[in-house]
């Protein structure tokens, strides 16, 4: 039995040599490749590393974000290099990562991102080289969104009788969400006939009652945190519709009435300053009055007084023919088939002689023309 074990413990001696001529540097930190986080708050990448004696050529630690797409390229995001940092290769997360360890060197490459948005989701990939060794590690990081803005309402008469849902949505948040009902007041059970969706967030209350009455809370739930929202429901008796509805034909009835006596009055208005104006515009003001009659007698009765004075039996003749009592005015300057000639007036002595007038005694004639 002896002779065969003595070539089985050089050929383990061999290799456990060989082993520890080859032994490079390794990565420790394989115990979490998956994170999830919320938007917001900070993570820490981890890849610590060991070197070894072998492994003599400059150290080198390099953080990457491999896209989804294997079409493109991997984005350096940090390094580690102869003794410096270089952080400005990537611009999405300039001023929010940094590594933990101030040293690198010492074995700690780990990462850190501060204040994480939703666009940080990504893979990430440690790489440490210090020739000849080289090892790396990928990290799944996924930033999830708490769920935020949360609102409830109600749907549906509150009435007796009738079916409310209360309705519950998050604004914000990721999925999967997950909403829950409570009551807050009274016995803070819901009710026996509710009915609810937890995808939707929807409690849906058949044949509400009195004892519905009171405050509801919705609480919006993901992986990453929660937030809630209340509302209060207020189940009546029904309304009188009848009486809402002929106080509603009544109101209008009134409100129709109003109009039209304001539209009358209005029309009633317009029309007086509209007959004002036409009456104003027929008075033209570029036509003088008309003279009057009285002093149209006056002028023709003063010229008349000097030839009375001066008549004689020579002239008495041409009078006799020619009637004086004839008014002389403007229309005897007008055509005759404008305006007729006023008929002829006659003019009493008296009233001649406070005209101004001097009585003349006339010789009466014969018919053969002598004077008598």
């Known amino acids: 039995m002896e002779p065969p074990l003595l070539p089985l413990l050089g050929v383990a001696l061999v290799l456990l040599c060989s082993a520890g001529l080859t032994r490079s540097l390794t990565i420790t930190s394989v115990d979490q490749s998956m994170f999830e986080k919320a938007q917001g708050e900070k993570v820490t990448l981890p890849c610590t590393f060991e070197l070894s004696a072998e492994d003599e050529g400059p150290l080198d630690i390099e953080w990457v974000l491999i ?35 101030l040293d690198p060197k010492s074995g700690d490459g780990s990462l850190d991102i501060l204040n994480l948005k939703a666009s940080d989701t990504g893979t990430y990939q440690c790489k440490v080289k210090k020739a000849p060794g080289v090892q790396s590690k990928k990290i799944q990081l996924t930033v999830l969104v708490k769920p935020a803005r949360t609102k409830c309402s109600i749907e549906g008469s509150q009435e007796i009788g009738k079916d409310v849902t209360l309705k519950c949505v998050s604004q914000e948040g ?35 009652s009195r004892e519905y009455s009171g405050t509801y809370s919705c609480v919006a739930t993901n992986r990453v945190g929660t937030d809630e929202c209340s509302v209060e429901l207020n189940v009546t008796p029904p309304v009188n519709t009848a009486g809402i509805i002929a106080g509603a034909i009544i109101g209008t009835l009134l409100g129709l009435s109003v109009l039209c006596s304001i539209i009358f009055c209005f029309c009633k208005k317009h029309r007086e300053k509209k007959y004002e104006k036409e009456v104003h515009h027929d008075i033209r003001e570029d036509v003088p009055p008309p003279k009057s009659r009285s002093s ?39 055509a005759p088939t404008q305006t007729p000639a006023f008929a002829p007036s006659k003019v009493a002595a008296p009233n001649l002689s406070r005209m101004g007038a001097v009585p003349v005694m006339i010789p009466a004639q014969s018919k053969d023309g002598s004077i008598v």
């Open 296 to 334: 149209t007698a006056r002028s023709y009765i003063g010229s008349n007084r000097s030839s009375l004075g001066s008549m004689s039996p020579s002239n008495m003749e041409g009078y006799t023919k020619t009637p004086y009592s004839q008014v002389p005015s403007e229309d005897f300057e007008r």
């Open 174 to 208: 990721s999925p999967l969400l997950s909403y829950d009902w409570r009551r807050v007041s009274g016995t803070q059970n819901l009710p026996a006939t509710s009915v609810l969706n937890k995808n939707t967030g929807e409690l849906l209350l058949k044949n509400a």
């Open 67 to 101: 896209p989804a797409d294997n079409q493109k390229k991997e984005q350096i995001i940090i390094m580690y290099a102869v003794d410096r940092v270089y952080n400005h290769y990537y611009a999405g997360l300039t001023g929010r990562m940094q590594f933990t360890n």
